[in-house]
């Protein structure tokens, strides 16, 4: 069975740092693209950052450029989300989810269960 | 960067109905359009991709249509499990971006 699994979130003060980890299960990590996405209380889905299959590209939103670092490390089959700088505004259950093809024109076939993120002093 | 608008922002209806949800786009994303379910509590769950392909184990009551910039996500008659909240998500452009949300209720 294809499973993501979040781990990393909890409270943090403003200005702190954390690191969201995504063990991967079910499926070759490498060959496939992962996201991460996030969802405010009560409200909708923002797509965060991505990192291509083997690290061959990464991307992010404007909200969290310079501040979060996504990376992979394919033979513990765990991507991560290293967030830096944090405010009141990245308080947010962070979801990882898997590309469904090896491309960034992918949708998202399997995601985590989800880690809270709390930024508050 | 895509806005995607869905609308309606609220749906309500009951068990055996159609729904109708829509999402347009504020310019081509081609046929690189998803679906999603969100539960409460719960992670969002693929739906339909490429605009009108369903998922793995999706009940072909559900479908897509659409091209472009104007997508439509029907489901032909509500079941209880349906009521929940419907994104749809755009990746044929960075950043990839996902609609408000539509929830639909009974």
């Known amino acids: 069975e294809v499973q993501l699994l979040e781990s990393g979130g909890g409270l943090v003060q403003p200005g702190g740092a954390l690191r969201l980890s995504c063990a991967a299960s079910?499926?070759?990590?490498?060959?496939?693209?992962v996201s991460w996405v996030r969802q405010a209380p009560g409200k909708g889905l923002e797509w965060v950052s991505a990192?291509?299959?083997?690290?061959?590209?990464?991307s992010y939103a404007d909200s969290v450029k310079g501040r979060f670092t996504v990376s992979r490390d394919d033979s513990k089959k765990t991507p991560y989300l290293q967030m830096n700088s944090l405010r009141g505004d990245d308080t947010a259950v962070y979801y990882c989810a898997k590309s469904a093809a090896n491309s960034f024109h992918s949708p998202f076939d399997c995601w985590g269960q989800g880690t809270l993120v709390t930024v508050s002093s | 960067e895509i806005v995607l608008t869905q609308s309606p922002g609220t749906l309500s209806l009951s068990p055996g109905e159609r729904a109708i949800v829509s999402c347009r786009a504020s310019?081509?994303?081609?046929?690189?359009l998803a679906w999603y379910l969100q539960k409460p509590g719960q992670a969002p769950r693929l739906l339909i991709y490429?605009?009108?392909n369903r998922a793995t184990g999706v009940p072909d009551r559900f479908s897509g249509s659409g091209s472009g910039t104007d997508f439509t996500l029907t489901i032909s008659r509500l079941e209880p499990e349906d009521f929940a909240v419907y994104y749809c998500?755009?990746?044929?452009?960075?950043?990839?971006?996902f609609g408000q949300g539509t929830k639909l209720e009974i």
């Open positions: 490429d605009e009108n």
């Open positions: 998500q755009q990746y044929g452009s960075a950043p990839r971006t």
């Open positions: 310019q081509s994303v081609s046929s690189n």
């Open positions: 079910g499926f070759t990590l490498s060959n496939y693209g």
């Open positions: 990192i291509g299959s083997i690290g061959t590209y990464t």
